[in-house]
């Protein structure tokens, strides 16, 4: 499939670009089919959101960052939609925090797999984990393919960033004590609610920002990490955005009703 050239002018040129990337992936088997649909979902609750990184959701990073700078053994979980998206800052970020790449998938197949660790390992990733070859081990009541982690992953991880994720393995690794750390545009979903520390906005926005709040974080002291999560409350921060919702679709049609009037 030839790839599109959007005009510099498009109003909607950041959306279609994403959108390709997502498309040139799914053509390499990095993304599954169902992978295009669920970032369809997404992108609505973004254009809810006015496509902009919310102040909460830049505290959001920075206490994720401040986590996971923390932990013992954090790990990053990457699918496809964040492989095709942010490989190289998901690369970056990784190195920056100390925190493994474990590839996990809903929609199996070998040859996603491959794609996926070739990706990585071209983005600069040194070591991948979660792939076939591994030792592994099994999430307890979690049916679907994702119940499958590394031995020196996941399963042994204090801390797991999973980048949209799924809720039913969210709340999985909550309940074999596991801190969890998620990116999902929306503030509703149970993967959202489960997490430990939710950064409500787009992957595309949310890494890179990630990637420099570690830059400039990793060496602070642990007191100052420590009260950045501490005074971290998810519970607040997802009120706040489901407000931010409220508010910018409000603001949206007040606009347009003033537009016409006459």
Not at 15 to 21: A, F, T
Not at 115 to 121: G, K, Y
Not at 184 to 205: G, K
Request: charged letters at 25%; proline letters at 5%; one cysteine or more.
């Amino acid at each position: 499939m030839t790839k599109i050239e959007v005009p510099a002018d498009h109003p909607r040129k950041v959306s279609l670009d994403v959108r390709e990337k997502l498309i040139e992936g799914h053509e390499k088997n990095i993304v599954a089919t169902a992978g295009l649909l669920a970032h369809g979902r997404g992108e609505a609750f973004d254009y809810m959101l006015g496509e902009i990184t919310s102040t909460q959701a830049m505290d959001a990073c920075r206490a994720a960052v401040a986590a996971m700078l923390l932990a013992k053994h954090p790990v990053i979980s990457v699918n496809g939609n964040v492989c095709a998206l942010v490989p190289d800052e998901i690369v970056e970020l990784s190195e920056l925090t100390r925190a493994p790449l474990e590839i996990n998938l809903f929609y199996y197949r070998p040859e996603r797999e491959d794609a996926i660790l070739e990706a990585l390992l071209a983005a600069g990733a040194k070591e991948v984990l979660g792939t076939h070859e591994r030792p592994s081990e099994t999430i307890p009541e979690l049916s679907s393919n994702r119940r499958k982690v590394d031995s020196e992953g996941i399963a042994k991880a204090d801390l797991v960033l999973v980048p949209l994720e799924d809720g039913d393995r969210t709340e999985a690794l909550k309940g074999i004590g596991k801190f969890v750390i998620t990116i999902d545009l929306n503030p509703m979903s149970r993967t959202a609610v489960f997490s430990d520390i939710t950064i409500v906005d787009n992957i595309v926005r949310a890494v890179p920002l990630m990637v420099q709040y570690a830059g400039e974080m990793k060496d602070w002291p642990h007191e100052m990490l420590d009260v950045l999560v501490a005074g971290f409350n998810n519970r607040r921060n997802l009120s706040s955005e489901v407000s931010l919702i409220k508010a910018h679709l409000t603001s949206q049609i007040d606009s347009k009703y003033r537009e016409d009037e006459p």
